[in-house]
């Protein structure tokens, strides 16, 4: 995770100046500067640490919030940043990710029928929305999973 939130970002406004390497030189709107991460070189490691805490992800808009949060709680952004090179982390990020998902939505339907009849006495539907949530051991290897029913309503 920390590789993929390292390194020059492409969508900004700086041009190289000088191709090493070790440490590229860029130039800003007239002014010289190194850039080497889109994101604060000390920051990366406590956003990448957090991220993997984070885990497993409900989906992007899930993932997203979480990167955010932790962007900000741990001053990410250098100075020097424009909203492309805000996004392009978040987006090195999220298009090599595969978010599987352990979310649900199972839909019921109930009847009572009365067996001198043939009439259905009564009728009801539901939609339920579980969650997989896997628990793990110390290891961080997932022991079993969880069902947990996040909501239920009738239809």
Do not use: K
Not at 67 to 76: D, K, Y
Not at 77 to 82: F, G, K, R
């Amino acid at each position: 995770v920390e590789t993929l939130l390292r390194g020059p970002s492409v969508s900004c406004d700086l041009r190289l100046e000088e191709d090493r390497f070790d440490s590229p030189r860029y130039a800003r709107e007239g002014q010289s500067g190194t850039l080497r991460s889109a994101l604060a070189e000390e920051a990366v490691p406590a956003i990448a640490e957090g991220l993997m805490a984070a885990r497993p992800f409900l989906g992007p808009s899930h993932l997203a919030r979480v990167f955010s949060e932790l962007v900000e709680r741990h001053g990410g952004l250098p100075d020097h940043h424009n909203d492309a090179e805000a996004e392009e982390p978040f987006a090195r990020l999220f298009n090599t990710t595969t978010l599987s998902s352990r979310h649900f939505r199972i839909y019921t339907a109930a009847e009572v029928y009365h067996h001198r009849t043939g009439e259905v006495v009564g009728r009801v539907r539901r939609v339920h929305e579980v969650f997989l949530r896997p628990l793990r051991g110390p290891d961080g290897a997932i022991r079993r999973v969880w069902a947990e029913t996040v909501s239920s309503r009738t239809l």
